[in-house]
């Protein structure tokens, strides 16, 4: 079965618990400008930014998708630490690419530019980094 990539808008318990799961591996600097992790998920699924990647009934990764006027931003990129290198964060942000293409618009990745993995992210997809 293969990774299904959706908006979640209406969270079951289950998926509550399992981002709880994703972010709780999230080292501090991704969170901000988030109090915590509760917070952002929060943030997200009141503005209907929340993409996520959904395995066998239970979401595995998770980013933040802000559909701005001039292009989309691709934020809080975070898989599960059980569930790394099997190209989860590869297929949400491919889904994030293919969606901003179909809206004309051109996707860009936000993060702290201080970190190494948000600029080799960037760079190895060959998009361009945001601040946040």
């Not at 618990?17 to 999230?26: C, F, M, T």
């Not at 998708?65 to 898989?79: F, I, P, Y």
Request: aromatic share 4%.
């Amino acid at each position: 079965m293969p990774l299904m990539v959706e908006i979640v808008s209406t969270p079951s318990a289950q998926d509550l618990n399992d981002l709880s799961k994703i972010y709780a591996d999230a080292p501090t600097w991704l969170l901000a400008p988030y109090a915590d992790s509760a917070a952002l998920v929060e943030a997200a699924l009141a503005d209907g930014e929340l993409l996520a990647g959904r395995f066998n009934d239970h979401l595995l990764g998770a980013a933040l998708l802000q559909r701005g006027a001039s292009h989309w931003r691709l934020s809080h990129l975070c898989v599960r630490g059980l569930t790394r290198q099997r190209g989860i964060a590869r297929r949400l942000l491919d889904e994030a690419q293919r969606l901003a293409t179909a809206a004309g618009l051109p996707l860009h990745l936000a993060g702290p530019r201080e970190q190494a993995a948000c600029r080799a992210l960037a760079a190895a997809a060959y998009l361009p980094l945001d601040s946040l």
